[in-house]
T-cell receptor
Framework: GEDVEQSLFLSVREGDSSVINCTYTDSSSTYLYWYKQEPGAGLQLLTY?????DMKQDQRLTVLLNKKDKHLSLRIADTQTGDSAIYFCAGPKSRFGAGTRLTVKP | SAVISQKPSRDICQRGTSLTIQCQVDSQVTMMFWYRQQPGQSLTLIAT?????????ESGFVIDKFPISRPNLTFSTLTVSNMSPEDSSIYLCSVGSGTGGTGELFFGEGSRLTVL
């Protein structure tokens, strides 16, 4: 199976919270990452979490890491239309998930 | 951080031809990565390009199809050989943040290839 898996689509209303989930198979990475890709642009690092942490909060972003289940999630609070993008989970060996396309409806 | 420039940004190519994509980084880096991003599919690692040695290819990718050059620490090229419509994709160059950092990757804006 794939090293990193994500659901492909998520649609939310403006102001709601968005939760994007990711599972991975290789637990050797020191860090796990979330990247954001806006239309027509390259990927940019959004946030990351050190593998010995369970949670990291950065303004509207909360990253949760469940090492036992090899599950990573990204929560975006008060989602705005500008958050519409593709979000990629990335883990060890430069492996990426397929990306979750987040659509925010006004 | 690193600033990565890719050329061409987009191109339309004929079946059976080859195209070379260039990647220039504004700082010296040990490892450069080439990814393919096909519509609706994973960002897939093609190969890791190390300066002074042959590139390391991922499963499903071979040197004859995707030859890579890495002549110095700031530059790399990826050639897509004998193209077919299935090679239509965005090709992304990426570099790591180096030792001592978080290991994040910096990406170029990609080269969008359409093969007719």
């Amino acid at each position: 199976g794939e090293d990193v898996e994500q659901s492909l689509f998520l649609s939310v209303r403006e102001g709601d919270s968005s939760v994007i989930n990711c599972t991975y198979t290789d637990s050797s990475s020191t860090y796990l990452y979330w990247y954001k890709q806006e239309p027509g642009a390259g990927l940019q690092l959004l946030t990351y979490i050190f593998s010995n942490m369970d949670m990291k909060q950065d303004q509207r972003l909360t990253v949760l890491l469940n090492k036992k289940d090899k599950h990573l999630s990204l929560r975006i609070a008060d989602t705005q239309t500008g958050d519409s993008a593709i979000y990629f989970c990335a883990g060890p060996k430069s492996r990426f998930g397929a990306g979750t396309r987040l659509t925010v409806k006004p | 951080s690193a600033v990565i420039s890719q050329k061409p940004s987009r191109d339309i190519c004929q079946r059976g031809t080859s195209l070379t994509i260039q990647c220039q980084v504004d700082s010296q880096v040990t490892m450069m990565f080439w990814y393919r991003q096909q519509p609706g599919q994973s960002l897939t690692l093609i190969a890791t390009a190390n300066q002074g040695s042959e590139a390391t290819y991922e499963s499903g990718f071979v040197i004859d199809k995707f030859p890579i050059s890495r002549p110095n620490l700031t530059f790399s090229t990826l050639t897509v050989s004998n193209m077919s419509p299935e090679d239509s994709s965005i090709y992304l160059c990426s570099v790591g943040s180096g030792t001592g950092g978080t290991g994040e990757l910096f990406f170029g804006e990609g080269s969008r290839l359409t093969v007719l």
